[in-house]
């Protein structure tokens, strides 16, 4: 089972940004890890470089940036301090860069860090818009990302959604989403929304006559399922679907544990609003890559996933699928 132990939030001491808080520490709690926090100070680019030409006796690299790296260093010992019980605290970081979120993607990725939890609302306390830091560490990250707003679920995170245009990179976060149906004890429910210009899974033999489109469609994505879950592990553990009492289950091999399986299709005109209705009604947590190609000219892994973001009242943990070898 995938574990994400190493657990770093980025801050920018936003409310928005301390949304994440909330779920780093359930994350740390869940999978017995830890959390660290980092702050990024941008450079101030322009001025720096009017006071150069104002020829003011201050030089923002020597007089300015290690000041307000002390203060940010202080503030986020104290955030660590106050939010997070003393079982799950880990590091602090200050960082100054140029761009925000590729220092928080570059310094995830060398740290070797299981996640980066991220509210997507910053300092302006607007929901996350294109061009924002919390977009730019989804599109940039090689690091799973689990973009948030608001408080945990009051139940907790019971029900966790997987939308799948069908394609093979579509369904490598299910290993993802599976550890986190384990540690939660979730169920899993796998979504595809058949769109008006066509989806890849239309270019599959028919199923049984009669059968109607719908069932056709469920009844190939189980097949998919199963097929992969055979000819591949999951971070080195078996799975399998099983069919018990009308109902689908994910099951390990060696530790028994079973999982919750459903499949959902729907039909509408966008894929996006329709797997956000679906989750903000029936989700806790959304699980999706990021890119890759559905086998038609429009790109499912891009920019839909983008729109789920952006328009998701749930969490979204977003994953990069590995790139072909």
Known sequence: MYKFNKILVPTDFSKGAKDAYLYGRALARKFDGNVDLLHVIKVLKYLN????????????????????????????????????????????KVLIDRKVSEAITNYAKKNEYDIIVIGSRGSHETSLIKGTTAEKVIRLSEVPVLTVQGDLPPKGVNRVLIPTDYSDLSITS???????????????????????????????????????????????????ISKYLSENKLDDESWKMVEEDGNAYLVNDESLRKIKFNVVVLKSINAHYAIVDYANESSDLIVMATHGRSGLSHLFLGSTTEKVITSSDIPVLTIRPPKKK
């Not at 020597?62 to 986020?76: A, G, N, V």
């Not at 993802?176 to 384990?182: C, E, G, N, Q, V």
């Open 49 to 92: 470089e009017s006071i150069r030409k104002l020829g003011l006796p201050l030089d923002m690299d020597k007089d300015i940036y290690p000041k307000i790296q002390t203060d940010s260093k202080q503030r986020l010992e104290q955030e660590l301090k106050d939010n997070f019980p003393e079982e799950v605290r880990g590091s602090t």
């Open 174 to 224: 299910l290993k993802y989403a599976l550890s986190m149906a384990t540690s939660l004890d979730a169920e899993l429910t796998m979504l595809h929304v058949l769109e008006l210009y066509g989806s890849p899974i239309e270019n599959e033999p028919r199923g049984e006559a009669g059968r109607g489109d719908l069932d056709t469609v469920s009844l190939k994505i189980r097949e998919k």
